[in-house]
C-alpha cells in the first residue's frame, strides 16, 4: 500500500506569494494533519482534518489555511508568504476518528524556501 | 511552544554501544510517542506508550514512561550506522487540545 504522499517536494516563492501544498492520505485514513518544521526544531501542529471539518487548529495566523476534500486529500494554503515560513511543511494521516491523537504515518514533507 | 523536551540535544556513539535519550514534559497526557527523522524527512513512528504503561519493547528499542516525575525515555540497544537520525518524543494530551506536541529531538550519531 502506497504511503501518505506529499507534492510537490520542493517549492521556491518570494514573499508576499502565496503557496498551496498537497497530501494523500494512506488508503482508508479519513484524519489530516498538518504540520511546519522549522530548521533545527521539532515539528508544530498547524490543522487536524476529519471528515472534512477542522477538528483542531494550532497557534498559527488565518495567512494559514486549509481544507479535505471528498477523497480525504488535504491541501494547505500559506498567503502572504513571510521569510518565516520557510520550513519543511509535513503531513501525516491517521485512522483516528476523534481529537485523541493515535499513531500517525508522515509523508516525506514539502520543503518551502521564501525568498 | 513545545511540551515535551528532549535531552541530550546530540549524542554521538560508537556502533554497537547503547544510546538513551530523555524526554520531559509539563502536563498531562494520554499518550506519549517516539519518532525518528532521517536528514530533514517525513518521521517514522517508532513507539506509543499509553499513560497506563510503564515499559514498552519494539526489537532494539526500550521506552519507559514515569508519570509521576512527567518523563520517558527511549533506549536503543546495539546502535547501528542505520539509527543515525533525530528523535522526537510527542504527547498528546487535554491541555494540549488533544493534538501532537512535538519537542526539540535529539541528534544521534552512530560512529561506524
Known amino acids: 500500500d502506497a504511503g501518505v504522499t506529499q507534492s510537490p517536494t520542493h517549492l521556491i516563492k518570494t514573499r508576499g506569494q502565496q503557496v498551496t501544498l498537497r497530501c494523500s492520505p494512506i488508503?482508508?485514513?479519513?484524519?489530516v494533519s498538518w504540520y511546519q518544521q522549522v530548521l533545527g526544531q521539532g515539528p508544530q501542529f498547524i490543522f487536524q482534518?476529519?471528515?472534512?471539518?477542522?477538528?483542531g487548529r494550532g497557534n498559527f495566523p488565518d495567512r494559514f489555511s486549509a481544507r479535505q476534500f471528498p477523497n480525504y486529500s488535504s491541501e494547505l494554503n500559506v498567503n502572504a508568504l513571510l521569510l518565516g515560513d520557510s520550513a519543511l511543511y509535513l503531513c501525516?494521516?491517521?485512522?483516528?476518528?476523534?481529537?485523541?491523537?493515535?499513531?500517525?504515518?508522515f509523508g516525506p514533507g514539502t520543503r518551502l524556501t521564501v525568498l | 511552544s513545545q511540551q515535551g523536551e528532549e535531552d541530550p540535544q546530540a549524542l554521538s556513539i560508537q556502533e554497537g554501544e547503547n544510546a538513551t535519550m530523555n524526554c520531559s514534559y509539563k502536563?498531562?497526557?494520554?499518550?506519549l510517542q517516539w519518532y525518528r527523522q532521517n536528514s530533514g524527512r517525513g518521521l517514522v513512528h517508532l513507539i506509543l506508550?499509553?499513560?497506563?504503561?510503564r515499559e514498552k519493547h519494539s526489537g532494539r528499542l526500550r521506552v519507559t514512561l514515569d508519570t509521576s516525575k512527567k518523563s520517558s525515555s527511549l533506549l536503543i540497544t546495539a546502535s547501528r550506522a542505520a539509527d543515525t537520525a533525530s528523535y522526537f518524543c510527542?504527547?498528546?494530551?487535554?491541555?494540549?487540545?488533544?493534538?501532537?506536541?512535538f519537542g526539540g529531538g535529539t541528534r544521534v550519531l552512530v560512529k561506524p
Open positions: 501525516a494521516s491517521s485512522l483516528v476518528p476523534s481529537l485523541l491523537t493515535d499513531t500517525q504515518y
Open positions: 488508503s482508508g485514513h479519513k484524519s
Open positions: 482534518y476529519y471528515e472534512k471539518e477542522e477538528r
Open positions: 506508550i499509553r499513560s497506563n504503561e
Open positions: 510527542a504527547t498528546d494530551g487535554r491541555a494540549a487540545g488533544n493534538k501532537l506536541t
Open positions: 502536563t498531562s497526557i494520554n499518550n
